[in-house]
């Protein structure tokens, strides 16, 4: 394989026969591409949520057609509201009779210097992408505890959770605190057959993105991989695959890197 040119990579039924919940899922980037991933490894039925209800529709059309996949839900959520995630469990327990495989992918940034940022800002960021995947994790475990038929959980973390850069003070230390989450919850979930891993992702360039930042900055970042080049989703969301499968059996509370990066 040419690593600058990845060649798509093929289901391996790494999955098989499994349900699988998605938040963020109706995105352009990583969600989607988990949800697409999911069905190629062999997964029965695969819930997509999202906050945006147009997308998620054309999202759930999408998957489908792709797929083949007849059993593909999905549910309107938004991860920092409590209610909507509880009910967004519910309804995926209901609908493929239990989740054995959550994906938490919903996690948000911006670009601001640490000086000129208002709480606002900050709060917004650490509310969606290091509370909603505690809301979500919290809550998946009592219903996979009370279920007892273990699971497992995958949150996406980021690269910035251990690096540093200029303007992303709120999004790295909100992606530091879902490394955290995964390893301490991992430690509890262990009693009752539930393992939370972690991806950390470097950069992965999608439409939704490059509107949020300069083509410099996006070029520097790409600059910085060894590959000289953005990570495709599909990439991700492979080690995601790995991550929900009994091929990672013996790990939890780990977080893996998808980068290319040397420092
Ligand atoms: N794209 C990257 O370069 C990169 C790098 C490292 C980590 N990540 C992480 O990967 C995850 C996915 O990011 P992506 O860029 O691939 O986009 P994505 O397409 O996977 O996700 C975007 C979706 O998130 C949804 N969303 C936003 N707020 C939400 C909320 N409160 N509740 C539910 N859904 C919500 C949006 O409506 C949108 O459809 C994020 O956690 C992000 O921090 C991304």
Not at 34 to 63: F, P, Y
């Amino acid at each position: 394989m040419n690593l600058k040119s990845p060649k798509y990579v093929p289901g391996h039924d790494l999955i098989k026969g499994k349900s699988v919940l998605i938040t963020a899922a109706a995105g352009a980037g990583i969600g989607f591409s988990a949800a697409i991933k999911a069905a190629e490894e062999g997964a029965r039925a695969i819930v997509l949520s999202d906050i945006h209800e147009g997308r998620l529709s054309i999202a759930v059309g999408k998957l489908k057609q792709e797929s083949g996949l007849a059993e593909v839900y999905g549910k309107i959520g938004n991860v920092v509201v409590e209610d909507d995630v509880r009910s967004l469990v519910d309804f995926a327990e209901e609908n493929m009779g239990g989740v054995d495989i959550l994906i938490n992918n919903a996690g948000l940034g911006s670009s601001k210097l640490l000086m000129e940022m208002e709480d606002d800002e900050w709060n917004r960021v650490i509310d969606v992408t290091l509370n909603g995947t505690m809301r979500m994790t919290r809550y998946m475990m009592k219903v996979m505890k009370a279920r007892g038929q273990g699971g497992v959980i995958v949150n996406n973390a980021s690269v910035l959770g251990w690096r540093a850069q200029k303007e992303q003070a709120h999004y790295a230390a909100a992606k530091a605190g879902v490394m955290a989450l995964t390893r301490c919850a991992a430690l509890e979930a262990a009693d009752f057959n539930v393992r939370i891993n972690a991806v950390a992702p470097s950069i992965v360039l999608h439409p939704m993105l490059r509107k949020s930042a300069s083509e410099e900055l996006l070029a520097e970042l790409e600059a910085k991989e060894a590959y000289g080049r953005a990570a495709e989703a599909w990439e991700v969301a492979n080690v995601m695959m790995f991550l929900s499968s009994d091929y990672s059996s013996y790990m939890t509370g780990e977080i893996v890197p998808v980068s290319s990066q040397r420092s």
